[in-house]
């Protein structure tokens, strides 16, 4: 049975970090990823990272600022976000992705999310 259960969003200020967690079961070797909706805008990825982490993917905008890790023994994924800004507000998901040129997306049902609001 999979599933995928997103923590550690809260309100922080700007400049300040968050490490969010993904309890991720049932996706064996699957490359995972993060992704993230702010209010009234499309879903859209911000980070991957393959089984044996010798591969990770960022959205170019989030370079430097986010780190993506994972713990296979724990089935649990990681995103530390530092440097918060305003406009990083919002829902947080992760999902077992697929990576092909140009794109990488979520292939499986979406989780409840967990919401990151960051204050000016």
């Known amino acids: 049975q999979v599933q995928l259960v997103e923590s550690g969003g809260g309100l922080v200020q700007a400049g300040g970090s968050l490490r969010l967690s993904c309890a991720a079961s049932g996706f064996g070797t699957y490359t995972m990823g993060w992704f993230r909706q702010a209010p009234g805008k499309d879903r859209n990825f911000v980070a991957a990272?393959?089984?044996?982490?010798?591969?990770?993917y960022y959205a170019d905008s989030l370079k430097g600022r986010f780190t993506i890790s994972r713990d296979n023994a724990k089935n649990t994924v990681y995103l530390q976000m530092n440097s918060l800004k305003p406009e990083d507000t919002a829902v947080y998901y992760c999902?077992?992705?697929?990576?092909?040129?140009?794109?990488?997306?979520?292939?499986?049902?979406w989780g409840k999310g967990t919401l990151v609001t960051v204050s000016s």
């Open positions: 999902n077992a992705v697929a990576v092909v040129p140009g794109k990488i997306y979520g292939i499986a049902y």
């Open positions: 990272i393959s089984w044996s982490a010798s591969n990770t």
